[in-house]
């Protein structure tokens, strides 16, 4: 799929300036699909699945918060599953056939699926969670749901869970479930996620061709995957910074060469970024030439300049994004959550490295709403984050129980069979 990346031309991304975020988002999707979804359907499908705003801000200087909490379940992640959920109950509605979505969540994913997917007709949902790193609004978004809708809390890490979902789809016996994926390696969650650099550049530059740095934070590097697309297909980015928490596997690979998974995952407070070994790596290393198993060994070496041209990245930890929080409400009376902190955090080491490039504009992407981690802004700025109606909404709901304590692959193939006899 990645090797048929489409390329906008020059023209085409000046006129986004005048254009807003739907149009801008049609015009991106269909570069990718073609006619195999009329406009009709795929003006209707972006218009209800992207129906919040997307405002972008002037912090300070050249540099630019983009605020991509605004979805139903106020993380990014609702860009990538509602788009994806919506296209594929089209694709199963023509063919007549049903599927289930196994995914595995560090904390986001399995909200934003959990209710991008909720009540389609065609689709069940099966979605793990490591119970005890998730925040109780997290849980929420998958547990009060019901319907189509199933989550486990896993006593473990995200990569336990991810270690449950890879092993069950590659499970000759489970065949017959015909188990789908929407974990942010797919295809369909990453062409959402280029429409926001896209969108974001255009409100922001005043001459063609200019060209803007990203900030993106990062944990299993869809977001990132997503930016480097849209470069791929002619967005003018000077670099990415991709900012990480204290699992450091990635910048600690542009630096040395040498790569080396975070295990087990370390817990930070931007705990949707704690992954020790990104599947979208896979995805990275492919765009520049380079090949990484599963397992994190690395079969063909990418472009390590062209790489390094294009990204780079900090680790940063709890300690610095506690007070890039501390600073940023100090300084500019708003309230950036965790995520959105080591985004901001890595990009002010970025300044100060590289003054020379201080006239270049800069968009850091808030992932999350502050009112997700009420614990850990109220102990740092004193201040309760206001919620956001669809969360008010959620909090309130009852939850179902676990439906089965799994503490083995055994466990969970057991409960699939179980529930998938037809
Ligand atoms: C998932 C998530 C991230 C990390 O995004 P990746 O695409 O996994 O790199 C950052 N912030 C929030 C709030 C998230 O939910």
Redesign the pocket.
Known sequence: MLNKIPRLTDDTIDSFKNMDFIDIAINVISKFIGNIISGEKLQQIVNDALNFKVPLEKIANNNYICYLDRGPTC???DFGARILARIMEHFLEVDKKKITILTAT????GGAVAQAFYKMSRIKVVVLYPKNEISNLQRKQMTTLGENIIAFGIEGKFDDCQKLVKTAFSDKELKHINLSSAN?INFGRLVPQTLYYFWSYSRIVSKNNEKVIFSV????????TGGLIAKKMGLPIKRFISAVNENNEFPTFLRTGVYTKVEPSINCI?N??N?GH?S?LARIFDLYGGQIDERGIIQRVPNMEELRNDIISYSISDETTKDAIVNFYNKHKKIIEP?GAVGWAALQIYRNSNPKNNDVKSITFE??DPSKFPEEIIKLIGIIPEMPHSLKLIQGKPEFPNPKEISEYTDFKEFLLEEFQD
Do not use: R
């Open positions: 993380s990014f992640k560090s904390g986001d994913t942010s934070p990062s944990g299993n590097f869809g977001n990132l931007s949707a970024m992954v990104p979208n995520h992932t999350a």
